[in-house]
């Protein structure tokens, strides 16, 4: 298996403009998980799905964020508007249901200026 | 809630020298245990895990046992190498919520 794959690896973007980060988990994961890493708050849980449908929202800091997972091979992040403060390292993780063990993604490098 | 508690960072250390990362843990349930390693530029890897009491992870020369009366989960490496510089995340796992609760990372560089 080619592990979490996500794109784009970097995105630079104005301030205003809307962003869409994509993940395509592990085949076979029911479970996805969405992360946010930034030198000040470390590693943060943004949301996380089981079975394509969203449990746990409550990481995501405000309504500009917004997260998609229209089937079981793929999912969607999206800022709307972005802001400078939402630069950091989006990462995308997906585990079986069964297991604990989450597998991630390399990550997309955000920078809004 | 769940929680993670690492050592400060970052760590410094000689080639072949001894490593150990403290990390405790707060939860609960009977939670997993987990250490991540994440090389530059890249995502989290999986380095071990035990899923009980007094289990032991290994892998690569990395050590950790599930201390319960402790509340530990300490990370050791008897000679590290200079390509073991990371940033190390020590992370639990309560079955029911089925979310990794991550501790803040340590940052190591070996030096040659």
């Known amino acids: 298996d080619a592990g979490v794959i996500q794109s784009p690896r970097h995105e630079v973007t104005e301030m205003g403009q809307e962003v869409t980060l994509r993940c395509k988990p592990i085949s076979g994961h029911n479970s996805l998980f969405w992360y946010r890493q930034t030198m000040m708050r470390g590693l943060e849980l943004l949301i996380y799905f089981n079975n394509n449908v969203p449990i746990d929202d409550s990481g995501m800091p405000e309504d500009r964020f917004s997260a998609k997972m229209p089937n079981a091979s793929f999912s969607t992040l999206k800022i709307q508007p972005s802001e400078p403060r939402d630069s950091a390292v989006y990462f995308c993780a997906s585990s079986l249901v069964a297991s604990t063990e989450a597998f991630f993604g390399q990550g997309t490098r955000l920078t809004v200026v | 809630g769940d929680s993670v508690t690492q050592m400060e960072g970052p760590v410094t250390l000689s080639e072949e020298a001894f490593l150990t990362i403290n990390c405790t843990y707060t939860?609960?349930?009977?939670?997993?245990l987990f250490w991540y390693v994440q090389y530059p530029g890249e995502g989290l890897q999986l380095l071990l895990k035990?899923?009980?009491?007094?289990d032991k992870g290994s892998n690569k020369g990395f050590e950790a046992t599930y201390r319960k009366e402790t509340t530990s989960f300490h990370l050791e490496k008897g000679s590290v190498q200079v390509s073991d510089s990371a940033v190390y995340f020590c992370?639990?796992?309560?079955?029911?919520?089925?979310?990794?609760?991550f501790g803040s990372g340590t940052q190591l560089t070996v030096l040659p």
């Open positions: 035990a899923t009980k009491a007094d």
């Open positions: 992370a639990l796992s309560d079955g029911s919520a089925r979310q990794l609760t």
């Open positions: 939860a609960t349930g009977y939670p997993s």
